[in-house]
């Protein structure tokens, strides 16, 4: 069942939040969510969601890293300061991996790179909703993708880095002093030893392992 946001109070049911200003990506989540019966309500802004969460509120919220006005890393800072707590999913760009990076060091539980694999959403959201020790499975997901990483050479990690810093080959290149045949080199060995399948997988693994710089 999808329900829309607006000035009814939060109760006790589980109910996935989703904010982003998106119209088309709102309204595709709620519709993804509502084939698994999931309740959700939508927001536009960060703002609007604030003023509708309290503490105690349960369910999750699955928000846009980077949103005109209040950010989702802002967001995620004034539900701490106001000792709300709940599991958050961030979503974003390519480009704005920098600040889920630090939304992901500031308590965020997951991330999910755009365009993302509607399955893949589901399985977080459903895994956010139906945990019950959420730090516990922050730690198994943080060491299980930590041991992926583990084989990279020295200058697999320098490289890996700067692709986290969303460089392109040509730049990578310049700061390493190497070809850019080399790094990309590099890139495939990376991607085959974390077992990634394409960028935004990498992405979202080094992420997960609490690495990322």
Known sequence: ?????GDQAMNSTAIVHIVDDDEAIREGLCALLGTVAVEARAYATATAFL?????GMNGCLVVDVRMPGMSGLELQQALKQR???IP??????HGDVPMAVRAMKAGAIDFLL???????LL???????????QESRRARVR????????????????????????????SIAFDLHISEKTVDVHRYNIMHK???RNLSELVQLRLMSGDAP
């Open 88 to 93: 958050i999913i961030v979503i974003s760009g």
């Open 114 to 120: 755009k365009p993302f694999n509607e399955q893949d």
């Open 143 to 170: 060491q299980e993708a930590a041991a992926r990483f583990a084989s990279l050479t020295p200058r697999e990690l320098q490289v890996l880095t700067r692709i986290m810093a969303c460089q392109h080959s040509k």
């Open 1 to 5: 069942m999808v329900l829309p946001a």
């Open 194 to 196: 974390t077992g990634t």
């Open 83 to 85: 000792g709300i707590e």
């Open 51 to 55: 003023e509708s969460a309290s503490p």
């Open 123 to 133: 399985d977080r959201v459903l895994d956010a909703l139906n945990s019950n020790d």
